[in-house]
């Protein structure tokens, strides 16, 4: 069976293209993973390996990947799927990394205990890529040693990601993950620049969330 490409679990992000009333809650967000054929003559490549540190973490850099093919928007992100680390009272960790200019990068953090998503953070920090060994670490939250994901003679680039400490709950300092890279059709909500989100009741969601403790945001 192939792995599930679409998801919507995504956390913290809201539509472009949906039309909301003023009080609705913001929808969720479709992550799609990056899957390719791996054949040459289409342009697609499985090759991850032969790419450079900076060319592979292309695959992963957060830009509007959907205008350029003519679609709607869809950004590329990386995120957690179908392996994730376990904490200590048995809930799931997700990640949702967004690699930004200058370094920069906004980590989305949450837990998933049954149906019930807890712990909603957003960590702002810093990134860097090892030129020889193509890892890609993000200051207070891991690194990720680059990984080929394989379905059914599909492939993606992805990272196997190990975290460096306990964003929330006990369990998480040492466990494993891993990220694919993938697109997503919502917009990222940059808690330090919160005037570019064009979108004034997600600034507003976002800003109630934070206010009540729903979401945290941590500086790294």
Request: glycine content about 10%.
């Amino acid at each position: 069976m192939r792995i599930l490409e679409k998801l919507t679990a995504a956390v913290f992000l809201v539509s472009v293209g949906a039309c909301v009333a003023e009080d609705a809650a913001p929808p969720e967000a479709d992550n799609e993973l990056d899957w390719r054929a791996g054949g040459k003559g289409d342009g697609q490549t499985c090759e991850f390996d032969a790419q450079s540190a900076t060319t592979y973490l292309n695959n992963f850099l957060y830009k509007d990947v959907g205008s350029e093919t003519g679609g709607g928007h869809r950004y590329r992100v990386g995120f957690t799927f179908d392996r994730r680390a376990i904490l200590a009272n048995g809930d799931t960790a997700e990640l949702t990394t967004y690699l930004l200019p200058a370094g920069r990068a906004i980590v989305e953090y949450s837990e998933v205990h049954g149906n019930e998503v807890k712990n909603e953070t957003v960590v702002v920090s810093r990134y860097s890529v090892d030129a020889t060994t193509r890892a890609l670490k993000i200051d207070g939250v891991g690194t990720g040693a680059p990984a080929t994901a394989n379905d059914n003679g599909r492939c993606a680039p992805a990272y196997d990601f190990t975290y460096a400490g306990n964003l929330r709950t006990a369990g998480l300092d040492g466990g494993t993950t891993r990220v694919y890279a993938g697109t997503t059709s919502a917009i990222l909500v940059d808690p330090d620049h919160l005037d570019d989100v064009p979108y004034p009741d997600t600034r507003r969601w976002f800003q109630e969330d934070v206010a009540s403790g729903k979401i945290v945001v941590i500086h790294k």
